[in-house]
């Protein structure tokens, strides 16, 4: 399959475009997601997005996964980031800006485009408590989130892993298009996590 380069975009910087690369649908996914933002509030803060995949797929230097174009690295949506992007920093529960957060990531997991995310345990509860103020019900947030079952608990599409208070990573579900792609699910064990299958570009 063929990769795409993530385009810019208003509401997101690109850390490093030589590790911008993705499937076609995940990059229109991840516009379209930004494109919704820009339309509720003009005035959400930038973020950093960091590595999606290699041009021609395969391992990528400091991660397990990244390998089939589906992965990306997002930096947290915080209330101190102002008028600069908000960057890869550890992020502490009260620093969340859930409500940017929340109108990224919900149209997504609504709509099944997430297939594996890994969030830190204590800004999972964070979200979860917002999302639950806004009336989701239960049995969705059971669903997505992994709070408040602990951290081991193997459910919910967000899960934690060590090191990820300072960036979300998102797994985009296999798209109809592409019937060589397969789903393996993201480990929140760090010892049995496995690396996804490499898909060559051609």
């Known amino acids: 399959r063929k990769a795409s380069r993530l385009p810019g975009h208003r509401a997101y910087v690109i850390r490093d475009r030589a590790r911008a690369w993705c499937?076609?649908?995940v990059a229109r996914q991840l516009v379209a997601g930004f494109d919704r933002l820009r339309l509720l509030d003009r005035n959400t803060p930038r973020i950093e997005v960091h590595d999606l995949s290699l041009r021609r797929g395969g391992?990528?230097?400091?991660?397990?996964s990244h390998q089939s174009g589906r992965d990306v690295d997002l930096a947290y949506f915080?209330?101190?980031?102002?008028?600069s992007a908000c960057d890869f920093r550890p992020t502490r529960p009260h620093e969340l800006d859930v409500v940017s957060q929340w109108r990224l990531?919900?149209?997504?997991?609504?709509?099944?485009?997430?297939e594996a995310g890994f969030m830190d345990y204590r800004l999972q509860a964070t979200l979860y408590r917002h999302a639950r103020r806004?009336?989701?019900a239960r049995a969705k947030l059971r669903r997505w989130f992994q709070y408040p079952r602990g951290r081991q608990h193997p459910g919910g599409t967000l899960r934690h892993y060590p090191k990820h208070s300072?960036?979300?990573?998102?797994?985009?579900?296999?798209h109809t298009s592409d019937p060589e792609c397969v789903t393996i699910r993201l480990s929140a064990d760090p010892a049995r996590a496995r690396q996804a299958r490499v898909h060559r570009r051609d």
């Open 59 to 64: 391992p990528m230097r400091g991660h397990r």
């Open 78 to 83: 915080r209330s101190t980031c102002g008028k």
């Open 166 to 174: 300072d960036h979300l990573h998102l797994r985009f579900a296999c």
């Open 23 to 25: 499937t076609e649908e």
């Open 105 to 114: 990531l919900s149209p997504w997991l609504e709509s099944g485009q997430i």
């Open 134 to 136: 806004a009336g989701v």
